[in-house]
């Protein structure tokens, strides 16, 4: 596998509103935002609904344009989707009337690319281990098997930047720790930057280099935490309880452990 | 295939035994579903095979109540009713027959099949013999206003060769109408629900058209159209078109948005998203509309070729009632029913094929 470039995100004084459809309010979902984020990180946002932490993936991959400011990848300002910035989606959104091995290779078939790639689209089906489903069609499947078809479906692109938006919060918590274990055996091995928008804590902890902490009204970021400890990481350890209570308190959740 | 079970479990453990999970790894879905059901009493098995056996009973009282009973009126060649009867009865007796080998071998869906229609079947002909009775045997349906079947078969084998040609022409109306009308229905549909500019010229149209029910055209356009046929076709496709034009728009215009930006992340271009997202996505409500444009489209056929169109199924059912052979608009009237039922029939098969990803899905 061909090692992707180093990329440079960059967030420049990114503000987004939207307007109420209800009525004529604007609410602000981000406000004059910085942030910088380079390959072989793993970004967990994390915050409270409303904070603007969907907004930030969603303004990456170019599927909406910031109000002000501007987003570049190496120094390139990002103003519509590539597969170079896949998004895996809370929702698994594969397409019901394919089958899982079609939505696997769907991605290749849009840019012309399937034929002789046929191995990749076997490699993904592996990786996931849903071999024996790859006729069957998504609505056969479970929440955990969808969202691995939806995992695999982004990363067949190889993408140099990989956009996580709550990937897991739909999934029970067994389901969910495997996941979480899967998702970051993929990323080290190909070590591209990834950005996981998450509403756990333990999660952002347990898979971010960076933890960017959130609050909302208006969406802004309140503390940036680097985790640099090794992985696999030890939910029970204590500096992985400290990195909770700390974040916790940015939250305004604090616990006695002040 | 109860043998699966047939070894009893180990009587310690209560383990199914290594052969019998190995023998659950490899279950097919139809053995799956008869393990699962309950065990039939033999008391059920004979009712069911009393059950399958009944058409055959049925169609014997058909035969014995036209052949027994004398008639009350004049019949010309009786032998053509009762032909159609065993004709029946035997293609009956053999689907029946093949269903019982397929179980001896173990396969139970055709066997189900023909249990669950039985009954059906039966009635069809009781339904036979009652009205045969009605006719032929008592009067109290009156000829010649209702004509027995022994009848209606005689005619329809006697004017076969003008049957079929107006069978022919209104088909060829028919289909021609309804492409025509949903190619275009689809055409307008889609870019409809997908272009607002589009939706906004195009929705006023159909809001205007909309409500008309389409033989109020049809005067209109015998006046106005060149060519009859031409004028016909055009108001089958009206029909149509507007049926699949509507059923498309909302269908596109639903899909959801997640289904778009999913698309656009993994590369897909706006023609694709068309093509291979919102289309594919709308499949089940175009189908609907094809459906539905048929139904519109068999109407509208029949209404122009009773009113206008000098050839036809239609035109031949009241010409025959100009000329007062009643049997004659029987016979057609048994040939529309006929064709209708396996145009729809033909539908419904396209349409479960191009939606199997609906079936089966786990709610």
């Known amino acids: 596998m061909a090692e992707n470039r180093h990329v440079t995100l960059k967030l420049e004084g990114v503000s987004k509103s939207f307007a109420k459809v209800e009525n004529d309010e604007v609410t602000h979902a981000l406000n004059n935002v910085d942030l910088t984020m380079e390959s072989g990180e793993f970004i967990s946002l994390v915050g409270p609904s409303g904070c603007g932490k969907s907004t930030i993936l969603r303004l990456v991959a170019g599927l909406i344009p910031p109000t002000t400011g501007k987003i570049t990848v190496n120094g390139q300002e990002v103003t519509k989707p590539s597969p170079e910035r896949g998004m895996v989606f809370q929702k698994p959104t594969l397409f019901p009337w394919l089958t899982v091995e079609k939505n696997i290779a769907f991605s290749l078939q849009m840019q012309g690319k399937l034929k002789g790639n046929e191995d990749k689209v076997e490699r993904m089906l592996k990786t996931i281990g849903l071999e024996d489903f790859r006729d069957d069609y998504p609505g056969q499947l479970s929440g955990g098997m969808a969202q691995r078809v939806a995992l695999v479906r982004t990363l067949i692109n190889e993408p140099e930047i990989l956009t996580l938006d709550e990937p897991l919060g739909a999934l029970d918590a067994f389901t969910r720790m495997n996941m979480q274990d899967e998702i970051l055996n993929i990323w080290r091995q190909k070590k591209q930057l990834a950005v996981m928008v998450t509403h756990d804590v333990d999660e952002a902890i347990y898979m971010g280099t960076r933890v960017i902490v959130m609050e909302a009204n208006p969406g802004r970021i309140v503390a940036d935490i680097p985790i640099p400890d090794e992985y696999p990481r030890d939910r029970s350890s204590q500096t992985f309880v400290e990195y909770r209570n700390r974040i916790l308190n940015k939250l305004h959740y604090g616990g006695k452990h002040q | ?363």
């Open chain 2, 1 to 363: 295939m109860k043998t699966i079970f047939s070894q009893p479990l180990d009587s310690r453990s209560g383990k199914p035994s290594p052969e019998q999970t190995a023998q659950l790894d490899n279950l097919t879905r139809q053995q799956l579903k008869e393990l699962e059901e309950k065990e039939k009493t033999p008391l059920q098995k004979a009712l069911d095979l009393v059950i399958v056996l009944l058409p055959l009973v049925c169609s014997v009282v058909a035969m014995l109540e036209y052949q027994l009973i004398p008639n009350y009126t004049a019949n010309k060649k009786p032998m053509t009713y009762l032909c159609l009867l065993v004709l029946l009865a035997v293609i009956y007796g053999l689907y029946l027959l093949f269903s019982l080998v397929k179980r001896g071998k173990g396969d139970r869906t055709v066997f189900d099949k023909v249990r669950y229609k039985a009954p059906l079947y039966s009635a069809l002909f009781l339904f036979l013999a009652l009205y045969d009775y009605l006719t032929l045997k008592t009067g109290i349906l009156m000829y010649p206003f209702v004509p027995h079947l022994n009848a209606i078969l005689n005619i329809a084998w006697e004017d076969r060769a003008y049957l079929i040609e107006c069978t022919l022409h209104t088909l060829r109306l028919l289909f021609l109408g309804y492409f025509i009308g949903v190619a275009l229905g689809l055409v307008t549909g889609i870019t409809c629900g997908y272009s607002q500019k589009v939706r906004y010229w195009v929705t006023p149209i159909i809001k205007f058209l909309g409500p008309i029910p389409t033989s109020t055209w049809i005067p209109i356009i015998m006046v106005i159209a060149s060519s009859l046929f031409g004028g016909a076709v055009f108001i089958i496709a009206l029909g149509s078109w507007f049926a699949v034009t509507v059923a498309s728009m909302t269908g596109i215009s639903n899909v959801d948005k997640d289904y778009f930006e999913a698309a656009k992340t993994l590369g897909a271009s706006e023609r694709q998203l068309v093509f291979r997202v919102a289309i594919p996505h709308a499949m089940p409500s175009i189908l609907q509309g094809c459906t539905q444009a048929m139904s519109s489209a068999c109407t509208a056929i029949m209404i122009a070729e009773m009113m206008g169109v000098k050839a036809g199924l239609g035109w031949y059912m009241t010409w025959a009632k100009a000329w007062a052979s009643y049997d004659k608009m029987f016979a057609a009237l048994f040939v529309i029913c006929f064709i209708f039922t396996v145009v729809t029939k033909a539908l419904d098969l396209i349409k479960k094929r191009a939606l199997r990803w609906q079936n089966g899905v786990v709610k």
